[in-house]
């Protein structure tokens, strides 16, 4: 095995040599601890492990905790570890820690928290998450205002592509959804209704609530699975290839050239894909209501046109800009946060995905609330 910072050679069939280089710490080195264990199980033979530090320029407690792992699998298996080419500091530091046994049952003890811990635990967490949220909507805010005063730094030819992944190529992706939404709005109302004659009165459930309701969170949901988790993988891997810290060393904004065009994009496109999965929503419902129910085409469309109003388009439109906003927020803030490895990509993709549908859903009671009290 031999990487920049690791090297494994095999001096004999019994021995084995792990050659440290450069800096090892926290920040510019994320090891591999399985990939090391599993080359070092599969070696037959093997008695003893040296370790060679000589081109070690730094380490912290990252290079510490390989050499406790090291020593804890030499002890597991029986072989000789060598430390003699250790760094006085790290000998110092791994004899403490051998002579300091852990406390049985202490690990048990630590992890069984009473549920009035776990509370304050997941409070302070999501008191955590809405300042960050908070600070990162500033950012953003500042941002806009940067904008508008013709001082943003950021392509014009990013913004249009970003425009065109968010737009454009999500279409057939909703137009699925709107026609299956609709669909099956009409046959779950059509149920009851039937029951009461009142089978002409899908039009009025699949237009309302396509318009208000289904229309915006649906689209809403299929944006943040497919668009904003991209936001936060691309963002994450910039993270991983330093990227991201190059654009802070030449001076440039990050908000403004990297979350400001995908913030702008998704704001932009995610209104008209909503007005268009509500009018294939309000398609579906009516195969349905035509084919199934025997309604006749022009009874549907009038009865849909005499049931919803412009009030109604306005509702789902304002729940997209909404949704617009949590998601790319979601997905730029967790690509921002991800870590410097792969692993941490796929965490912030995930958890980037997660935070927008939890938020879409927050957000849509809250309006509906308001908008009911509103009269509207």
Known sequence: ????SLTISYPSESRAV???????TLRDVSFDWQGVIQELTDRRGLEAISLDTGRLVRWDSQFLSLVLHLHDFAHQRDLQLDTEGLPEGVRRLLKLAQDVPERKGARRRAQSYSWLYRIGAMTLKAWRESVLFTRFAGELTLSLLR???GRANFRAIDFLHFLQAAGPE?????????VLVGAVLAFVGAIQLQMFGAEIYVANLV??????????MMTAIIMAGRTGSAYAAQLGTMQVNNEIDALKTFGISVVDFLVLPRFLALLIMLPFLTLWADMLAILGGLMVGVWVLDISLIEYLIQTRESMGWGDLAVGTVKSVLFAIVIAMSGCLRGLQSGRNSSAVGHATTSAMVTAILLIVIWDAISTLIFNQLGI
């Open 1 to 4: 095995m031999s990487d920049d």
């Open 170 to 178: 999500a279409l057939p992706i909703v137009s699925l959804i709107g």
């Open 207 to 216: 237009g309302l609530g396509s318009v208000r309701e289904m229309g915006a």
């Open 147 to 149: 904008l508008f005063s």
């Open 18 to 24: 792990l050659s440290f280089k450069g800096s090892w």
